[in-house]
């Protein structure tokens, strides 16, 4: 049966698929019952059978975890079988069936319009849980911003830090390049249709960690402003220059991400296509995954588990 993808922020123009898998619930088990049961949970492959897998900057370290964990390796050995090669070319790679699942986030319109072009309808599942998050200069006075606040400075309808309780200086709006994972969420989960502003291309930054860098440099003082991933920013590309902002009032970090209760929130997605076959390494990986099993390793590499 054909269901539609259910997301606050988007209502995709593409037929996708949500799988559902349920898990148990251990209670009053020995510890070497419950150990037993994670051994029973845990699914393995080996290398030939590991389905191909592309993805997202951010999610390598996903991909690395989940990889070493189900081909019984350890994390520098499993790395040789995982390469990303970023967002849109994941895409692109899954919808001409040069991968079997990508790790990634939301697809943006071109992405959707060339699956439909290659008769490809794509399954869109959440897999762990993600904040989009803002960041500003460690020095800057500004503590938070409502939703409202960052669509007028990325409108141009607010110019200068004064305007939302801080200096009276310019800001540095910085943005990412289109089809890019945060451009796409940034359009998609924030500006929700309003247009956003041409930025000059010395502030559409290629790479996000070169965003989070500019942020932090700018003219060493309080001007800039950029957005990025909760997991990229706070794991994979950390600066103690930077610090994240409040959105209406609620700081990002992992509990309020999986809790529901800051606003900007977002997932981490596998996608299939939906002609992989049943039963293939690539469904079974994504099952696992699900599982309670899948979610403490994605745990452990430092992700939020699905909440709310």
């Given at each position: 049966?054909?269901?539609?993808?259910?997301?606050?922020?988007?209502?995709?123009?593409?037929?996708?698929?949500?799988?559902?898998?349920?898990?148990?619930?251990?209670?009053?088990?020995?510890?070497?019952?419950?150990?037993?049961?994670?051994?029973?949970?845990?699914?393995?492959?080996?290398?030939?059978?590991?389905?191909?897998?592309?993805?997202?900057?951010?999610?390598?370290?996903?991909?690395?975890?989940?990889?070493?964990?189900?081909?019984?390796?350890?994390?520098?050995?499993?790395?040789?079988?995982?390469?990303?090669?970023?967002?849109?070319?994941?895409?692109v790679n899954l919808i001409d069936?040069?991968?079997?699942?990508?790790?990634?986030?939301?697809?943006?319109?071109?992405?959707?319009?060339?699956?439909?072009?290659?008769?490809?309808?794509?399954?869109?599942?959440?897999?762990?849980?993600?904040?989009?998050?803002?960041?500003?200069?460690?020095?800057?006075?500004?503590?938070?911003?409502?939703?409202?606040?960052?669509?007028?400075?990325?409108?141009?309808?607010?110019?200068?830090?004064?305007?939302?309780?801080?200096?009276?200086?310019?800001?540095?709006?910085?943005?990412?390049?289109?089809?890019?994972?945060?451009?796409?969420?940034?359009?998609?989960?924030?500006?929700?249709?309003?247009?956003?502003?041409?930025?000059?291309?010395?502030?559409?930054?290629?790479?996000?960690?070169?965003?989070?860098?500019?942020?932090?440099v700018y003219t060493n003082e309080?001007?800039?402003?950029?957005?990025?991933?909760?997991?990229?920013?706070?794991?994979?590309?950390?600066?103690?220059?930077?610090?994240?902002?409040?959105?209406?009032?609620?700081?990002?970090?992992?509990?309020?991400?999986?809790?529901?209760?800051?606003?900007?929130?977002?997932?981490?997605?596998?996608?299939?296509?939906?002609?992989?076959?049943?039963?293939?390494s690539a469904r079974r990986l994504?099952?696992?995954?699900?599982?309670?099993?899948?979610?403490?390793?994605?745990?452990?590499?430092?992700?939020?588990?699905?909440?709310?």
């Open positions: 049966m054909k269901l539609k993808l259910s997301l606050n922020f988007r209502k995709l123009p593409i037929i996708l698929f949500i799988t559902a898998i349920a898990t148990g619930v251990l209670t009053g088990c020995s510890q070497e019952e419950g150990l037993g049961f994670l051994q029973k949970e845990r699914l393995h492959l080996d290398v030939e059978h590991y389905p191909r897998v592309d993805g997202s900057t951010a999610t390598i370290p996903l991909s690395e975890f989940f990889a070493a964990a189900v081909l019984g390796m350890d994390l520098e050995e499993a790395r040789q079988y995982i390469v990303h090669n970023k967002t849109h070319e994941a895409y069936g040069n991968a079997d699942i990508i790790f990634v986030t939301s697809p943006s319109k071109e992405e959707l319009s060339y699956a439909r072009e290659k008769n490809v309808d794509l399954e869109v599942i959440p897999v762990v849980s993600e904040g989009f998050v803002f960041l500003t200069s460690a020095d800057n006075p500004v503590k938070g911003l409502t939703v409202q606040q960052i669509k007028d400075i990325y409108t141009e309808k607010t110019t200068n830090w004064s305007e939302v309780g801080g200096s009276s200086k310019a800001i540095i709006a910085y943005q990412r390049p289109e089809n890019s994972g945060s451009q796409t969420g940034m359009l998609e989960l924030v500006m929700k249709g309003e247009k956003i502003m041409k930025p000059p291309m010395e502030k559409v930054v290629a790479e996000m960690g070169m965003l989070v860098d500019q942020v932090a309080e001007d800039a402003i950029g957005y990025s991933y909760y997991y990229y920013v706070t794991d994979m590309w950390q600066n103690d220059k930077v610090k994240l902002l409040e959105v209406n009032g609620i700081y990002p970090d992992k509990t309020t991400i999986s809790n529901g209760t800051y606003p900007i929130r977002t997932a981490y997605y596998a996608v299939l296509r939906s002609d992989e076959p049943k039963g293939s994504l099952k696992w995954i699900l599982s309670d099993d899948g979610q403490r390793i994605a745990e452990e590499a430092g992700y939020v588990k699905l909440g709310k």
